[in-house]
């Protein structure tokens, strides 16, 4: 049977430093995880980070490439990005002990995504709203880590928790599965649509509002059947505008 391990996926937005790639491999290395996604990365020569991490060949061959983040993202059913900062948002926040528990419990369910961003900059607004958990590391007021430093502390508490990466997949859950990135997105987009329609946008800013949208649903962390019902809830509220403005009966 997999390990738990194998359904941690490691997901860098626009890598800048090859020399960060090349720590990262090594890391995954050493602590049983095989898979990372990159997305718009700088170039690279893949002989370069294998030079670098030695013995990785493995886990070098399997690095998929994305160019969207979306993409990279949608079929992983909890998204954990890390940050810095906490967010003015009411957002999820975790620890990497307290993430690392999570991602084993929900492993089984489907791929648990690390979300990174560029080593200059992280990641934007834009990448963080895709994600249902914020991840922060716990350190003085000099709170700047590099990149492969951040992955290693969150690496080595999936190790512990895991088990040493002997623990197997436990058997899927008899209720419904937690929904997939792409779920989220869908019934985001069909929210965000069904507002737009009724005008409630008109005197409220957009982003802001689809911010705090997915900051509550995130907490109430809905199931794929319960994320479903509130999409379908929103299409709904389209179709019947439709027939409403076609003058047909309801």
């Not at 190790?159 to 623990?167: F, I, K, P, S």
């Not at 997915?214 to 505008?241: G, Q, Y």
Request: charged share 25%; glycine share 4%; proline share 7%.
């Amino acid at each position: 049977m997999p390990s738990i391990l194998d359904r941690i996926v490691l997901v860098f937005n626009k890598p800048q430093d090859p020399v960060n790639i090349a720590a990262t491999v090594r890391v995954m290395k050493n602590m049983g995880i095989s898979q990372l996604r990159l997305v718009n990365p700088e170039p690279y020569d893949p002989w370069r980070i294998e030079g670098v991490a030695h013995g990785t060949r493995d886990v070098v061959s399997a690095i998929r490439h994305f160019d969207t983040l979306p993409a990279a993202l949608a079929d992983c059913a909890l998204v954990a990005a890390f940050a810095g900062k906490r967010r003015a948002a009411k957002w999820p926040m975790a620890t990497p002990r307290e993430l690392a528990t999570l991602a084993v419990e929900r492993a089984a369910d489907g791929p648990v995504a690390l979300l990174f961003g560029q080593e200059d900059h992280g990641l934007p607004n834009e990448a963080l709203d895709l994600a249902q958990l914020l991840v922060t590391i716990p350190t003085t007021e000099h709170s700047s880590l590099n990149l492969a430093q951040a992955v290693m502390v969150a690496c080595y508490e999936l190790h512990l928790a895991a088990g040493d990466a002997t623990r197997v997949l436990a058997p899927p859950r008899k209720d419904a599965p937690p929904p997939t990135h792409e779920e989220w997105e869908l019934a985001l987009a069909s929210i965000t649509d069904a507002l737009t329609q009724i005008r409630f946008f008109r005197t409220r800013n957009e982003d802001h509002v689809m911010r705090t949208i997915r900051s509550l649903l995130s907490r109430a962390d809905p199931n794929s059947r319960e994320l479903t019902l509130v999409r379908a809830a929103a299409i709904e509220v389209m179709r019947t505008l439709d027939r409403v403005r076609r003058g047909l009966e309801l």
